[in-house]
Antibody, heavy 123, light 106 residues
Framework: EVQLLEAGGGLVQPGGSLRLSCAAS????????MSWVRQAPGKGLEWVAG??????????YYADSVKGRFTISGDGFKNMLFLQMNSLRAEDTAKYYC??????????????WGQGTLVTVSS | EFVLTQSPDTLSVSPGERATLSCRAS??????LAWYQQKPGQAPRLLIY???TRATGISARFSGSGSGTDFSLVISSLESEDSAVYYC?????????FGGGTKVDI
């Protein structure tokens, strides 16, 4: 059974940093693309960052809104996905979901999602 | 950046009826479109990918169609459990993005 379990959310001041993690199990981690998708309170879904399966190069991609501030990475040995978030802004406040793709590429379809971890950026 | 416009914003329907949700892309995205269902307090669930392929375990009451710029998600014979917000998502070009969602009230 595929499981994705996020951790690392919390309250952080503007300009601060936070590192999210996602523990993956039940599938071959390096074979599939993985992404972070966020949802601000009461709002829609926003794709944040993605990484191709490490077996296929591990190329990373970012939304314009986080480029240069966020870094996505994966650890194939530990089956973990990470999102390092720096220079956080109030508009980054959201629930952050870890999502697995159908294929090694990104975005064909996110077929498994974690339950999300809440990040609040506020002074 | 591709813009995905979903309509209507809200759709109120009765059980047993058919619902048609629309997703329009600002430029052609061929068939690179997925649909998701999100119920309150839950993570999204993949319904359709490649515009018309149902994901594993998804009821045949859900069907997707379209290509280029105009896409539809049809839910036939609506059930109370179909109350949710539905999102489309494109992967044709970077960045990946979602539409604003359509809320379906049963």
């Amino acid at each position: 059974e595929v499981q994705l379990l996020e951790a690392g959310g919390g309250l952080v001041q503007p300009g601060g940093s936070l590192r999210l993690s996602c523990a993956a199990s039940g599938f071959s981690f390096g074979t599939y693309g993985m992404s972070w998708v966020r949802q601000a309170p009461g709002k829609g879904l926003e794709w944040v960052a993605g990484i191709r399966g490490s077996d296929y190069g591990g190329t990373t991609y970012y939304a314009d809104s986080v480029k240069g501030r966020f870094t996505i990475s994966g650890d194939g040995f530990k089956n973990m996905l990470f999102l390092q978030m720096n220079s956080l802004r109030a508009e980054d406040t959201a629930k952050y979901y870890c999502a697995k793709d159908l294929v090694p590429r990104i975005g064909r379809g996110f077929d498994y999602w974690g339950q999300g971890t809440l990040v609040t950026v506020s002074s | 950046e591709f813009v995905l416009t979903q309509s209507p914003d809200t759709l109120s329907v009765s059980p047993g009826e058919r619902a048609t949700l629309s997703c329009r892309a600002s430029q052609s995205i061929t068939n690179a479109l997925a649909w998701y269902q999100q119920k309150p307090g839950q993570a999204p669930r993949l319904l359709i990918y490649d515009a018309s392929t149902r994901a594993t375990g998804i009821s045949a009451r859900f069907s997707g169609s379209g290509s280029g710029t105009d896409f539809s998600l049809v839910i036939s014979s609506l059930e109370s459990e179909d109350s949710a917000v539905y999102y489309c998502q494109q992967r044709h070009d970077w960045p990946i993005n979602f539409g604003g969602g359509t809320k379906v009230d049963i």
